[in-house]
C-alpha cells in the first residue's frame, strides 16, 4: 500500500504504519546498531520542526492529543462530585487508559508477532517482569490522577487562576510536547 508524501511520518508512522521501521534504520543490522547520527537534528532543523509544527502531527505527540482530547471529551469532570468520588473515578479512567494503551502494545508486539525486530533476541519473556510492568505502571497512574486532582481542586477553588478558552488550550497542547524534550534532555544530560 502506498503511502502519499504529505501524509509519510504523520503521528510517527512509516508508510502508514506505526510497525515499520524508520527509513535510516538498517534492518541487516541488529536493533539497536543503527546509528542515529544521519537522523540527529542540527539547531537549525529543529528550529524548523518546531516554527512548522512538524514535532507535533509528525511524531507521536499527535496520537498522544488525540487520546487525551478523547478522554476529556468521552470522560468529563464531574466538578459536582465529592473530590474523593472524583478521585476514584479518574483513577478508574487514567488506570484503564494505561491498561488498554500499553495492553495494546504489549499484545500486538509479543502475543500478535507484529514486532519482528526484537530490541534483545535472546529475551525470555517472563510473567514475573510483566507484572513488575503492570504494578509500576498503575503506580503511575494512580499518582497521574491525585495530581490531576490537586489541580483540579485547586483551579475550581480559585487558588490558582486558569485560562480555559480554546486558544489557551491550542497553545498549551502544543507547548507541552516542548516542554516535555526540554524536560528529557536536561534530565538525561544531568544523568
Known sequence: MSVPSWVEGFAGTVQGSFFRPPAFVDVDKPAGATSLKAVVPDMHSMLKSYISLQYFFFSPNFVWFVIAAM?????????????????????????????VFFGFWHASLYGLGWGTR???????????KLGHNVFYSTLGALQWSLWEMAFLHIY????????????????????????????????????
Open 71 to 99: 478522554v476529556y471529551v468521552v470522560f468529563p469532570y464531574d466538578t459536582q462530585a465529592s473530590l474523593v468520588s472524583h478521585l476514584a473515578t479518574r483513577a478508574v479512567i487514567n488506570t484503564g487508559l494505561v491498561w
Open 118 to 128: 526484537p530490541f534483545n533476541p535472546n529475551r525470555e519473556y517472563k510473567f514475573s
Open 156 to 191: 475550581s477553588s480559585g487558588r490558582l487562576p486558569h485560562d480555559s478558552s480554546i486558544s489557551a488550550l491550542i497553545v498549551w497542547s502544543l507547548l507541552v510536547p516542548l516542554i516535555r524534550d526540554l524536560h528529557f534532555y536536561f534530565a538525561h544530560r544531568f544523568m
